[in-house]
Antibody, heavy 113, light 107 residues
Framework: EVQLVESGGGLVQPGRSLKLSCAAS????????MAWVRQAPKKGLEWVAT????????YYPDSVKGRFTISRDNAKSSLYLQMNSLKSEDTATYYC??????WGQGTLVTVSS | ETTVTQSPASLSMAVGEKVSISCKTS??????MNWYQQKSGEAPKLLIS???TLRPGVPSRFSSSGYGTDFVFTINNVLLGDEGIYYC?????????FGAGTKLELK
């Protein structure tokens, strides 16, 4: 059974950094592109980042480009999202996903002073 | 960037009725459209993937059609358990963009 478990969310002040993790199991992690998708409270879905199987290629929307970095450790079956220079509009539940068949349950990030 | 315009924003249906949701894209995306169901407090669930392909385990009451820029998602014989928000998403080009969602309520 595919499982994706996110962690690392919490309350953070504007301008600070936070790193999310996603532990994957139940499939051959290194064979799959991976992605992060977020959902602001009571709002719709927004794709945040995608990474290739080896990690050599990454993709971001303009809203996070230059501030967020997606990475992976295939040996640990883990996906990461380093978020820098956080803004209040980054407040959301962040989902880890195999684009886009399987999703984790999400981790909430709140950016507030 | 491909814009995805989803309509309607909400629907109120009776059990057994047919539901239709439209998504229109600003660029030609072939058939690279995905459809999701999100129930309250849960992660989105992929129902239909690119090529109008029903995901394993998803009832055949759910279907989709479309190619290019116009897409339709259909639920035949809607049930109480189908309540939730439905999203379309194009996966043809980066940035992958979602429709704004359609909230389905059952009377």
């Amino acid at each position: 059974e595919v499982q994706l478990v996110e962690s690392g969310g919490g309350l953070v002040q504007p301008g600070r950094s936070l790193k999310l993790s996603c532990a994957a199991s139940g499939f051959t992690f290194s064979n799959y592109y991976m992605a992060w998708v977020r959902q602001a409270p009571k709002k719709g879905l927004e794709w945040v980042a995608t990474i290739s199987t080896s990690g050599s290629r990454t993709y971001y929307p303009d809203s996070v480009k230059g501030r967020f970095t997606i990475s992976r450790d295939n040996a640990k079956s883990s996906l990461y999202l380093q978020m820098n220079s956080l803004k209040s509009e980054d407040t959301a539940t962040y989902y880890c996903a195999t684009p886009f068949a399987y999703w984790g349950q999400g981790t909430l990030v709140t950016v507030s002073s | 960037e491909t814009t995805v315009t989803q309509s309607p924003a909400s629907l109120s249906m009776a059990v057994g009725e047919k539901v239709s949701i439209s998504c229109k894209t600003s660029t030609d995306i072939d058939d690279d459209m995905n459809w999701y169901q999100q129930k309250s407090g849960e992660a989105p669930k992929l129902l239909i993937s690119e090529g109008n392909t029903l995901r394993p385990g998803v009832p055949s009451r759910f279907s989709s059609s479309g190619y290019g820029t116009d897409f339709v998602f259909t639920i035949n014989n809607v049930l109480l358990g189908d309540e939730g928000i439905y999203y379309c998403q194009q996966s043809d080009n980066v940035p992958y963009t979602f429709g704004a969602g359609t909230k389905l309520e059952l009377k």
